[in-house]
């Protein structure tokens, strides 16, 4: 079982910035994919951003459109850690987030984190 460990969440104003850590078990390069999605209060939870993980060549990235100039994610090789920056912070962003990590049959998920955006 692959564990995720999550971390950098909290409470900010709108405009701000935090940094989500998910730091894996595993090599990176031993998962295909790894990502952040989030969970809005009373909504189903949604793909927030992902990247290809499973070549020292890098991996495209992908981030939802309400994010897209706001948050970026990126990787920490060497510490097995994938990390979302966002910035510009929005009331809408507030939910728990999830990282997410898939292999070649399995699929792990982080035990999620609060992130929540005051007005």
């Known amino acids: 079982q692959v564990q995720l460990v999550e971390s950098g969440g909290g409470l900010v104003q709108a405009g701000g910035s935090l940094r989500l850590s998910c730091t894996a078990s595993?090599?990176?390069?031993?998962?295909?994919?790894m990502g952040w999605y989030r969970q809005p209060p009373g909504n189903q939870r949604e793909l927030v951003a992902s990247m290809v993980t499973g070549s020292t060549l890098g991996g495209s990235i992908n981030y939802v459109d309400s994010v897209k100039g706001r948050f970026t994610i990126s990787r920490d090789n060497a510490n097995n850690t994938v990390y979302l920056q966002m910035n510009s912070l929005k009331p809408e962003d507030t939910g728990v987030y999830y990282c997410n990590a898939v292999g070649r049959s399995w699929s792990s998920w982080g035990q999620g984190i609060q992130v929540t955006v005051s007005s």
């Open positions: 595993i090599s990176i390069f031993s998962t295909v994919a």
